[in-house]
């Protein structure tokens, strides 16, 4: 029912989406729906496309509308453009008082843009705060790209944004 | 039956109910009211709106009754206070967001938040902060959406998913982002998608035609028959002073559930087109002249007279839109016969008529349009079943979703809204060969005799496996049908289509049925309205010429009730010669168009569907009877009287008739005997010839143009299921003559061509063409099947 082209899926990302696929039953493959558009999004540098997505729901043979709601829902997708790396300071409670407010301005100075942007030259992308990380021993902490960096200071923020390419 | 049966109590009531049933539908069929909003009779239970909270003994806290089955002893009190207060609560909570601006709402009067609100609503809100707005969305030219008023049911969400098997509309984002779409700029596609309106319990999702026109309190509901399919949908009229401003569906379980379909909702619309013809009007030397009804029908009874003296009645060609009512088609059929013109046909879109004496008293349905939904397994021939019916197709779909297997010959590969367990997409050519093929799996595996006719017609055809497992899961079930659709119907073929049908019905045991294509295609054969038979199904001594041979013959005369015949007949370019070059045409129309203007002589303003009384007979072969819900607009007047004063000014016997309901009761006696029924009633095949390599015309009518009221509702036009007026090919055949979508294509039919915009559509089998039929710059080609040939322009 669904006709869209999921060639646009490169050969890893379906191969990865296969993976997954084999740990679910035959007729219940829409339970690979996060999976999928993870590797989609994580093919497209960091952000998810309608033509990604229903080429997702293509694959697994789900509606369009379906995937959407999927993606629209989780905030780990994101269905805008937005920078290659995705920052995500942790300001819940336990950061917070560790000092996340000064590691979050020290960001947003550097990198001149504001929570929720992306730097001009497409690279990095403050995401707006969600939920507590669940790092809280090692605050205040940052996400990148899925990777914790905790016990964060300013120089150590400097360092490793400096290091990502 | 009594081990299911339990008890409970609601209100100090006891009620028996079923188990495993959910205490709301419990209320529901004891007439104790729970307020709802996400749960409806029809949809997966969602329990999402929490509106039907109530007090259930026991339990810790308020329960939703959508979502609670009932259990035996239950006690159940729905007007408690700590129901009421829990509903009020919830109904604060609605509120929040809700805008409560119901004067400036299209639904208000209507809606049931509004009215909840009215019961259950505090008179101050205690919310000082903004309330979330939500963008509109286009989503096609019926449903206007005005998001912010939405509370997030999902009913629309759910009806796309369980109902039109199309899942369009979805809820995206989360929290109080939250919002119903189709995230995507498009259109709501579904042939069944003005449902979701009604559904709608606010003003979020409403009719767009109908928007702003009228308020409900001025509106005067009326009862109906859906004109534009041969179900038969129940339909109420809204009615303001004397127009009718939307219809909507009337409950019928048996035949149109809650539903109906986009074409019979939103047709109304053409009923006010602009080109509806109010006067009668007589052309004189060439230009036309508004005349009333008195010189009108002196000048038709002049000239029809004047043809039977110069030539014959047998000059005179009468066709019939099978979407008149009975009474309309009895009497005209009264009328030709009894001043000796035999030739009158309502199969317009039908080629082959060569067995017309041996089949059944009109084309069955094969079983009632509820048994659809119960079906073991289906063999569908020739039939884009979605939009043709879309009703029964939703009862098939059904069937399907339990397991059914649905099994599909087509000359076009259509999309279905549920799993096919088989599907030949075959040339219009083939399918006979397909058919004889199915048939030889089937006598090669069952042990029923069959005459030798049969078997040496079906020698020298291939079986393969797929032709064996259509024929095994149609013995295997025990409650299987073979359908004949609009493209079997119309196909050149069709009777041997039908033996073929009829046969391999006969020896899997299944039933053999027609998806015939209009309100009254039923009522129309059991009305006498077709060339061999008196009405109920008396065969006529005298037997007249068919639609096509009338049309070849071209006649001195025609008489037209509701035709457009350059739009409607399956062969349109002689249907237009034949109208050119008549010496009097005489329309009976509810609208006036350039063409008609061209080549009637008279034209005779008749009433749509919505200003007369009449019958329908529909599919499965139910009389439904109705009266007009508005006057006829300007001059106009029910075709039934003005037939009956035509039989009274050519001073013919029995045409004193006082209303429809004596017209109705004249032909009732005549039908009342017949029993509908298919079975047997074909010729054995006859010797299946093998097809030329020729490349094949297929012609299909899109939904929206199949008469000519939905042909002028402005709001239907603007969907997709409307004619485009160009050539369908598939990409093999568009590289073969080196042609690219959007191209044109030099089409040529027999001896005359045209120019078409070229779309590629893989739908359409190889060496075949696809045409939309009803559209202008078709009508030129000609046949609705045969060979054609393209080119690059």
Redesign the interface.
Same mark, same amino acid.
């Given at each position: 029912?669904t006709n869209t082209k999921t060639t646009i899926l490169s050969e890893h990302t379906r191969s990865e989406i296969d993976m997954w696929l084999e740990k679910y039953p035959e007729d219940k493959k829409q339970s690979a729906v996060l999976a999928a558009l993870r590797e989609a999004q994580h093919q497209n540098d960091g952000y998810l496309t309608?033509e990604l997505m229903d080429a997702v729901a293509g694959y697994l043979g789900m @509606?369009?509308?379906?995937v959407?709601?999927v993606a @629209?829902?989780y905030s780990m997708f994101e269905t805008q453009p937005v920078g290659r790396h995705s920052i995500s300071v942790c300001t819940n409670i336990s950061c917070l008082l560790m000092g996340s407010d000064d590691i979050v301005n020290h960001v947003e100075k550097k990198l001149g843009i504001k929570t929720g942007e992306s730097t001009a030259d497409g690279k990095f992308y403050i995401k707006c705060e969600e939920e507590c990380l669940a790092a809280c021993c090692g605050g205040p902490m940052m996400m990148i790209d899925h990777k914790y960096y905790e016990n964060l200071t300013t120089d150590k923020v400097d360092e490793i944004l400096d290091s990502l390419d | 039956m009594s081990d299911d049966q339990i008890t409970i109590e609601v209100d100090g009531k006891s009620l028996k109910a079923d188990k495993g049933q959910m205490l709301i539908e419990v209320t529901d069929a004891n007439d104790i009211y729970v307020p709802r909003f996400c749960y409806h009779k029809k949809l997966t239970v969602a329990a999402n709106c929490r509106m039907c909270l109530v007090e259930v003994e026991k339990a810790p806290k308020p329960l939703p009754a959508c979502a609670t089955p009932v259990m035996d002893g239950m006690v159940v009190k729905t007007q408690s206070k700590i129901a009421v207060d829990a509903q009020k609560s919830i109904m604060e909570f609605l509120l929040i967001n809700h805008p409560l601006d119901c004067p400036i709402c299209d639904q208000g009067g209507e809606c049931e938040l509004q009215d909840l609100a009215m019961g259950y609503g505090g008179d101050v809100s205690r919310y000082q902060e903004k309330k979330r707005v939500v963008k509109d969305k286009n989503i096609g030219p019926l449903i206007q959406t005005d998001l912010t008023r939405c509370i997030h049911c999902t009913r629309c969400v759910r009806f796309g998913e369980e109902v039109a098997g199309l899942r369009e509309m979805g809820a995206t984002g989360r929290g109080e982002n939250m919002e119903i779409g189709t995230y995507i700029e498009k259109s709501v596609n579904s042939e069944l998608s003005g449902n979701i309106i009604d559904l709608c319990p606010v003003g979020a999702l409403t009719s767009k035609p109908f928007r702003y026109s009228a308020r409900t309190w001025e509106l005067v509901q009326k009862d109906g028959i859906a004109p534009h399919d041969s179900v038969g949908s129940n339909i109420h009229f809204h009615v303001k002073g004397d127009r009718v401003m939307r219809v909507a569906p009337a409950e019928n379980e048996s035949i149109n559930e809650v539903w109906l379909s986009d074409r019979d909702r939103f047709s109304y619309e053409g009923v006010y087109s602009d080109d509806r013809l109010q006067t009668p009007m007589i052309k004189e030397e060439g230009s036309w002249k508004e005349v009333d009804w008195e010189t009108a029908l002196d000048v038709v009874k002049e000239k029809l007279n004047g043809v039977i003296e110069s030539y014959s009645a047998e000059q005179i060609g009468i066709l019939a839109s099978p979407s008149s009512t009975l009474e309309e088609l009895y009497l005209l059929q009264k009328f030709a016969r009894d001043i000796g013109a035999n030739n009158i046909d309502t199969r317009l879109r039908q080629a082959d008529f060569s067995d017309q004496d041996s089949v059944s008293q009109f084309p069955y349905l094969g079983q009632a349009v509820s048994e659809f939904e119960t079906l073991q397994s289906a063999l569908l021939i020739g039939s884009n079943v979605r939009k043709e019916q879309p009703i029964i197709n939703h009862r098939l779909r059904k069937s399907a979703l339990k397991g059914a297997a649905v099994m599909l010959l087509n000359p076009v590969d259509y999309d279905f809204n549920y799993p096919l367990a088989a599907k030949s997409i075959v040339t219009p050519a083939q399918m006979p060969n397909e058919l004889a093929s199915i048939l030889k799996a089937l006598i090669e595996t069952s042990d029923s005799s069959v005459d030798d006719e049969a078997k040496q017609c079906v020698e020298n055809v291939n079986v393969t496996d797929a032709h064996r497992t259509i024929a095994s899961k149609l013995i295997d079930s025990e409650n299987a049908i073979v359908l004949l659709g609009n493209i079997a119907t119309a196909h050149p073929q069709f009777s041997l289509l039908r033996s073929l049908a009829g046969l391999i019905a006969k020896i899997s045991k299944s039933k053999l049925g027609y998806i015939s294509e209009a309100a009254n295609s039923s009522g129309a054969w059991l009305a006498g309205a077709v060339p061999h038979r008196h009405a109920g199904g008396k065969e006529c001594a005298s037997v007249g010429m068919n639609t096509n041979e009338m049309l070849q013959a071209k006649l001195k005369a025609y008489v037209l009730l509701g035709v457009e015949p350059e739009l409607d007949c399956w062969d349109s370019r002689v249907a237009r010669t034949a109208m050119n070059d008549a010496e009097l045409v005489i329309s009976l129309t509810a609208y006036r168009s350039d063409e008609i203007e061209n080549y009637a002589d008279v034209m005779l303003p008749i009433s749509a569907f919505v200003e007369t009384s009449g019958t329908y007979i529909n599919n499965e072969g139910i009389s439904q009877s109705f009266t007009g819900a508005v006057p006829p607009l300007g001059e106009a007047r029910p075709a039934w009287k003005l037939l009956r004063v035509l039989g009274n000014i050519f001073n013919l016997d029995g045409f004193e008739y006082q209303s429809s309901a004596d017209v109705n009761t004249e032909v009732m006696q005549t039908i009342a005997a017949i029993k509908p029924e298919n079975m047997d009633h074909w010729r054995s095949p006859v010797a299946i010839e093998k097809n030329g390599a020729d490349l094949q015309r297929i012609t299909e009518t899109p939904m929206n143009m199949i008469d000519s009221i939905c042909r002028r509702a402005v709001s239907l036009q603007q969907t997709d299921d409307v004619s485009d007026g160009a050539i369908h090919i598939n990409t093999l055949l568009a590289d073969k003559n080196n042609l690219s979508d959007a191209d044109t294509a030099k089409v040529e039919q027999d001896d005359s061509a045209v120019n078409l915009k070229v779309v590629i559509d893989d739908r359409v089998p190889d060496d075949c063409v696809l045409i939309q039929s009803a559209h202008p710059a078709q009508i030129d080609l000609g046949a609705s099947f045969g060979s054609i040939r393209i080119a690059k322009a």
């Open positions: 029912m309608t @509606s369009n509308i379906a959407y709601e @629209s829902f | -």
